[in-house]
């Protein structure tokens, strides 16, 4: 499989817009779906179609705006939220307060890795419920602003190495590789996890 026929299978619209519009796309998109865009613009580097430092740069502030979003929609409306339909999800005053004491404690901690692992798949509500506790809008930039650079370069990276794995490997193993370097990801994201759990729940419930 060549690396035209590995984007054309992952996107057959995204990949025209980025040919077509180039940087201009990238920020709205980003805003959209930061992740996914980021490894597509990998492939599109390894291709020589894009350039590194526009790309980097649109890269982070499309996926800083979507934070900032996500942000302020949980400042101005999560409690809210919560107080009303929370009891459909076992959340209650005393469940919001235990989540304040504990953000506001390791807030640096959690925000950073939720950047570098996209939040174990809930990015959006980690970043929605910092809004919500009243995280320092100041301190809260600071955190993402110092790991979204290294989150935005993992993206490309594996973007473009990727592109280099589909070139110089057959059909067959490249899959074989490719699951097992997920497989390994996940066993690393869980253990992560897992261990942050742990020592939350021992300190504090």
């Given at each position: 499989?060549?690396?035209?026929?590995?984007?054309?299978?992952?996107?057959?619209?995204?990949?025209?817009?980025?040919?077509?519009?180039?940087?201009e796309?990238?920020?709205?998109?980003?805003?959209?779906?930061?992740?996914?865009?980021?490894?597509?613009?990998?492939?599109?580097?390894?291709l020589?179609?894009?350039?590194?430092?526009?790309?980097?740069?649109?890269?982070?502030l499309?996926?800083?705006?979507s934070?900032?979003?996500?942000?302020?929609l949980g400042?101005?409306?999560?409690?809210?939220?919560l107080?009303k339909?929370?009891?459909?999800f076992?959340?209650?005053?005393?469940?919001?307060?235990?989540?304040?004491k504990?953000?506001?404690?390791?807030?640096?901690?959690?925000?950073?890795?939720?950047?570098?692992t996209?939040g174990?798949?809930?990015?959006?509500?980690i970043?929605?419920?910092?809004?919500?506790?009243?995280?320092?809008?100041?301190?809260?930039?600071?955190?993402?602003?110092?790991?979204?650079?290294?989150?935005?370069?993992?993206?490309?990276?594996?973007?473009?190495?990727?592109?280099?794995?589909?070139?110089?490997?057959?059909?067959?193993?490249?899959w074989?590789?490719?699951?097992?370097?997920?497989?390994?990801?996940?066993?690393l994201?869980?253990?992560?996890?897992s261990?942050?759990?742990?020592?939350?729940?021992?300190k504090?419930?």
């Amino acid at each position: 499989m060549s690396v035209i026929s590995a984007l054309s299978d992952l996107s057959n619209h995204i990949i025209p817009w980025l040919l077509t519009y180039r940087y201009e796309i990238i920020i709205p998109l980003a805003i959209l779906e930061g992740p996914i865009l980021a490894m597509i613009c990998g492939f599109l580097l390894k291709l020589g179609a894009l350039d590194l430092l526009p790309v980097f740069l649109c890269l982070m502030l499309g996926d800083i705006c979507s934070d900032v979003y996500w942000y302020y929609l949980g400042y101005y409306g999560g409690r809210p939220f919560l107080l009303k339909f929370g009891r459909f999800f076992g959340i209650n005053e005393k469940t919001l307060k235990l989540v304040e004491k504990l953000y506001h404690r390791h807030y640096a901690l959690i925000l950073f890795l939720s950047k570098l692992t996209m939040g174990f798949g809930f990015a959006v509500q980690i970043v929605a419920v910092a809004g919500m506790v009243k995280i320092p809008f100041k301190k809260y930039m600071a955190v993402n602003l110092l790991g979204q650079p290294i989150w935005t370069a993992i993206l490309l990276s594996i973007g473009y190495f990727l592109g280099t794995f589909y070139e110089t490997v057959n059909k067959g193993l490249e899959w074989v590789f490719f699951g097992a370097t997920i497989v390994i990801i996940i066993f690393l994201v869980i253990g992560i996890m897992s261990y942050v759990r742990n020592v939350l729940v021992e300190k504090y419930l």
